[in-house]
């Protein structure tokens, strides 16, 4: 499975970008999804993920009220509102073992090659 995430750029403090990922199989329409995130020096970090039907989906707390996670079958989204400097980091998309939503990166098994998001003034 390859996937493919795109949306990022740069914007200014408050402002909205919106992530896409795409998957080569229509497998990953039967598995959780989820959106990371790596600033320069530090580990890779949890920003949101959904499940297979996207009946359920959970946010890290940095990003609550203020990201959106959704899916349509394979395609997943991000949309991401009132964005901070702090949000900057590279953001990958991946694909679960199963079903579920997960928090950790352990229960991903495939990974997008990452795109970058800045925002600064």
């Known amino acids: 499975v390859q996937l493919q995430a795109s949306g990022g750029g740069s914007v200014q403090p408050g402002e909205s970008l919106r992530l896409s990922c795409a998957a080569s199989?229509?497998?990953?329409?039967?598995?959780?999804m989820g959106w990371f995130r790596q600033a320069p020096g530090k580990e890779r970090e949890f920003v949101a993920t959904?499940?297979?039907?996207?009946?359920r989906s959970y946010y890290s707390d940095s990003v609550k009220g203020r990201f959106t996670i959704s899916r349509d079958n394979a395609k997943m989204y991000l949309q991401m509102n009132s964005l901070k400097p702090e949000d900057t980091a590279v953001y990958y998309c991946?694909?679960?073992?199963?079903?579920?939503?997960?928090?950790?990166?352990?229960?991903?098994?495939?990974w997008g090659q990452g795109t970058q998001v800045t925002v600064s003034s």
């Open positions: 959904i499940n297979w039907n996207g009946g």
């Open positions: 991946a694909v679960a073992r199963g079903a579920c939503a997960s928090t950790s990166k352990n229960d991903y098994q495939y």
């Open positions: 199989r229509r497998t990953s329409s039967n598995n959780g």
